[in-house]
């Protein structure tokens, strides 16, 4: 792998990549007045569900900010920001990011710093955070690449998490506590030490693909959008914080969590396709806002699948997954998250398996993965995982419930399982949908000569 070289991308920032999209007439402009209370969010989800163009709400009401939106809504979305042609490709290049780690670069004129708000000027209303959802407590940020530091090693850590604007510097920020945000977070408790995280809005869209590496606690994913890219991204000392932000973002919010603070938060229209209830949640004080001149927003929508919450998972989410698996058993050969599932709560896994009982061991690691899935299926090698046809027929007819499924009732899981009877508290399925190695199967039905017939 060490000289080869994946293309360079054409775009390093956010306004360069929606120049990119205009280019090849993937972005539509709506220049008609839009307003911020579920108009921005249907206007993404309609276009998610025709699968693309993104769009740029030229004209928001009340507000001087254009938003952009649904960058990440469909696959072929996803293909332009990787620079790559197809799927495996992304995931390959994804791989390569965070095998092959970039470290920044600190540069001291940042455009993402043209414009500073400090004390009584900090506005968080002036923005245009959208209302998502129905039934939604309030304005959400779900566009925020949240960066935060280890308070020992110093190394920082960007994830997204959802934040709903609570007035002009408060933000309430929701993540479980296994979430990298919230590992460096607890370390401070009970030490008076202020813990500071910093917002960016509208980056080059690399970091928001990076930003779902499901990599080990510890690793700089501004280092892995660097490897993705080939190329180190540039950032710059954050004005209140001591944190590092991305150069070139359009907007940055930067602040600190008020120790044992908690305020209500949500409902929030969430990733499963249905709202989540209200509950405590840290609280974030605003310590400045920093934008460029004449910025653009960001807007990035959830919900019942597929929406670009899910595709800008899966890059991160298959690779994590294939290597936490190919680690342990080097005879799985593909593994996938699928959308349908939330990318979360189904995992899908092909193995070539020579021994029995191969599966159920796979399957078990499956169902104990960073990834939290619910629902495990481990198939052969020649079943295709990214097809969910396929996928079935192997159920269907490879497996018998008596034997080839297990069930772990009363795991922690995702707290957020419409179905779940205890909040956190959800239950495992496995199922092993590979030929048993007990039986010799019927020889396969084909028709000789479907692959070679010609119409004239
Ligand atoms: C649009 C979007 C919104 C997300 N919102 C949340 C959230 O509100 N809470 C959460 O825990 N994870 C959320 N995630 C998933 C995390 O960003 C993801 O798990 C990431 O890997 C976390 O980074 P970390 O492992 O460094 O903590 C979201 C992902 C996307 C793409
Ligand atoms: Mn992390």
């Given at each position: ?19 990119l999209?205009?280019?090849k ?6 220049k008609?007045?839009?307003n ?10 309609y ?12 004209n ?17 979305l ?14 390959s ?6 095998e092959n780690p ?11 710093q ?10 968080l ?13 309030g304005p ?7 960066i935060?530091r280890?308070?020992e ?16 510097d408060?933000?309430?920020l ?5 979430q ?11 030490k ?27 690793v700089d ?5 660097g ?30 969590f008020l ?48 929406t670009?919450n ?13 290597q936490?698996l ?6 799985v ?28 061991k ?6 104990s ?24 027929w ?20 995702s707290?957020i ?8 508290v959800i ?25 070679k017939?010609?119409f004239?």
């Amino acid at each position: 792998m060490a000289d080869f070289q994946w293309p360079d991308l054409q775009f390093d920032d956010l306004r360069s990549f929606l120049t990119l999209l205009e280019g090849k007439s993937l972005l539509k402009r709506v220049k008609r007045p839009v307003n911020r209370f579920h108009e921005i969010a249907a206007g993404i989800r309609y276009i998610s569900d025709i699968d693309g163009p993104a769009i740029l709400f030229e004209n928001v009401m009340d507000s001087q900010i254009p938003v952009a939106g649904g960058l990440f809504a469909t696959k072929k979305l996803s293909l332009e920001a990787m620079g790559v042609d197809s799927y495996s490709e992304g995931v390959s290049r994804f791989g390569y990011g965070v095998e092959n780690p970039i470290l920044p670069i600190h540069i001291n004129r940042a455009s993402c710093q043209e414009v500073v708000q400090e004390g009584e000027e900090i506005n968080l209303l002036d923005f245009p955070h959208p209302v998502y959802s129905e039934g939604d407590s309030g304005p959400y940020i779900s566009s925020g690449l949240v960066i935060s530091r280890d308070p020992e090693t110093l190394i920082q850590n960007v994830g997204i998490y959802r934040m709903e604007v609570k007035g002009k510097d408060i933000l309430c920020l929701d993540a479980p506590n296994y979430q990298h945000v919230h590992v460096s977070r607890l370390k401070t408790q009970g030490k008076n030490q202020p813990f500071e995280i910093a917002i960016a809005i509208g980056t080059d869209p690399v970091l928001y693909y990076a930003s779902q590496a499901k990599v080990g606690y510890g690793v700089d994913e501004i280092e892995i959008a660097g490897g993705i890219r080939n190329q180190p991204i540039k950032v710059t000392k954050a004005k209140t914080v001591d944190l590092y932000v991305p150069a070139h973002a359009e907007i940055i919010i930067e602040g600190y969590f008020l120790p044992n603070e908690q305020l209500p938060e949500g409902p929030f229209g969430e990733f499963t396709g249905y709202q989540t209830f209200t509950k405590p949640a840290p609280v974030i004080k605003v310590t400045a806002i920093t934008h460029r001149k004449n910025p653009i927003y960001q807007a990035v929508i959830t919900g019942k699948p597929t929406t670009e919450n899910h595709i800008l998972k899966t890059f991160g989410y298959d690779w994590s997954l294939y290597q936490f698996l190919h680690n342990q058993f080097p005879e799985v050969t593909a593994a996938t998250v699928p959308t349908s599932g939330g990318v979360q709560y189904l995992a899908c896994v092909a193995l070539e398996q020579d021994h029995k009982g191969q599966a159920k061991k796979v399957l078990l690691a499956t169902l104990s993965s960073p990834i939290r899935a619910k629902i495990g299926i481990v198939v052969d090698s020649d079943v295709d995982i990214y097809d969910l046809e396929e996928v079935m027929w192997a159920v269907s007819t490879h497996s018998q419930s008596d034997k080839d499924v297990v069930i772990i009732p009363g795991v922690a899981g995702s707290r957020i399982d419409p179905s779940s009877l205890e909040i956190g508290v959800i239950s495992l399925l496995g199922i092993d949908a590979t030929r048993s190695m007990d039986k010799d199967f019927p020889p396969p039905s084909i028709i000789p000569g479907s692959d070679k017939f010609r119409f004239d």
